[in-house]
């Protein structure tokens, strides 16, 4: 008996060369029932004509109107703007335009960011985003870490004034310029050469008081707006004081023999200051600006607390100050002070 594999069936069953097997003519295949009518629906999608897909961002109105639309399938109309309907006003990018002076692309936005916190030292948060961001504090908020990471600002957490109260300590976010950012925005030849720029954080326990001398600022320039003032130059009491101080030094040395209550009243009118006691009336910011006609104006603002007392509000109202106050502030200022009529007619509302 021959010994067979049992493979040799298959391999007799199976064809040599699959591509030399014939395939049968479709009368031959057997037909299987369609009792579901799969089939049928088969037969009748092969048959339906193709559909038509409008798309208007493909070809032109020349070539869609040279392709009539099948039956039962509307044509295509151009798609018409609404005339009244504005276009989204969308945020300018950084690398839209030619970068500014200080070597970096800027938004308008950030540019007035660093110039208005190099004016006033530090600035809080809450009133960059209300004064220069229209209350966008997510946008905000990407432009200040934008900044901080090319070291040009510091973002700091500072605790409010608490003035001799007890309870939970209040805290609240404000920036400050670094150097590099000083040093840019003084070789950007967009600042003044008159208007002093400031970096770095002096003194954290009046950081919350320095910080409202801006808001102080604002409402200002919203009242010299209208009359059509611009070119507003800021001094601080900082600057005023080294003036005042450098110019009484000059003098003295000088003349060494003059008397120095005599020097200080004519340095003071010089720099349009007054003496009140021997000292010095500073107020927290001076906003020198130009008129039309080329005239020039001024105003003194002083942002006042609870902790000052009867004698320094008299001294700074008598001075020709402008009086600003937050609510909380009114509201512990002394019995005293209250009950003076006149001088809380002077304070304003931050």
Do not use: W
């Amino acid at each position: 008996m021959d010994a067979r594999s049992p493979f040799d069936d298959s391999r007799e069953r199976a064809p040599e060369d699959p591509r030399s097997v014939s395939l049968r003519p479709e009368s031959s295949i057997p037909k299987v029932p369609d009792g579901s009518g799969i089939i049928s629906r088969i037969a009748a999608l092969r048959e339906q004509k193709p559909r038509r897909v409008l798309n208007p961002k493909l070809g032109s109105k020349d070539s869609s109107a040279s392709q009539p639309a099948p039956d039962g399938v509307p044509s295509a109309e151009p798609i018409k703007r609404d005339p009244e309907r504005k276009p989204i006003e969308r945020r300018p990018q950084r690398t839209a335009g030619p970068s500014q002076n200080i070597g970096l692309h800027l938004r308008p936005e950030e540019h007035a960011l660093l110039y208005d916190v190099g004016r006033f030292r530090i600035v809080s948060v809450p009133d960059l985003a209300r004064h220069l961001y229209g209350g966008q504090l997510t946008q905000l908020r990407g432009d200040l870490e934008y900044l901080r990471q090319r070291n040009l600002i510091e973002v700091h957490q500072l605790n409010a004034r608490r003035d001799g109260r007890g309870g939970t300590i209040q805290r609240f976010e404000a920036v400050t310029l670094t150097k590099a950012a000083k040093k840019l925005l003084q070789m950007s030849g967009d600042v003044p050469e008159d208007q002093r720029i400031y970096s770095g954080l002096v003194k954290r326990r009046e950081a919350e008081h320095d910080c409202q001398i801006y808001s102080a600022f604002q409402k200002e320039l919203a009242s010299l707006t209208p009359s059509g003032s611009r070119d507003v130059r800021v001094q601080l009491d900082f600057e005023l004081k080294a003036n005042f101080n450098r110019a009484v030094y000059l003098a003295r040395k000088a003349q060494p023999k003059r008397d120095q209550a005599e020097i200080k009243q004519e340095v003071a009118e010089q720099l349009q200051l007054q003496i009140n006691a021997g000292k010095v009336i500073v107020p927290d910011a001076r906003l020198e600006y130009e008129l039309p006609g080329g005239l020039m104006g001024q105003v003194e603002i002083e942002v006042a607390t609870a902790a000052y007392r009867r004698g320094h509000l008299t001294a700074k109202a008598r001075a020709g100050f402008k009086l600003y106050m937050s609510q909380g502030d009114i509201g512990r200022l002394g019995a005293g002070v209250q009950d003076d009529h006149d001088l809380m007619s002077e304070i304003l509302d931050l």
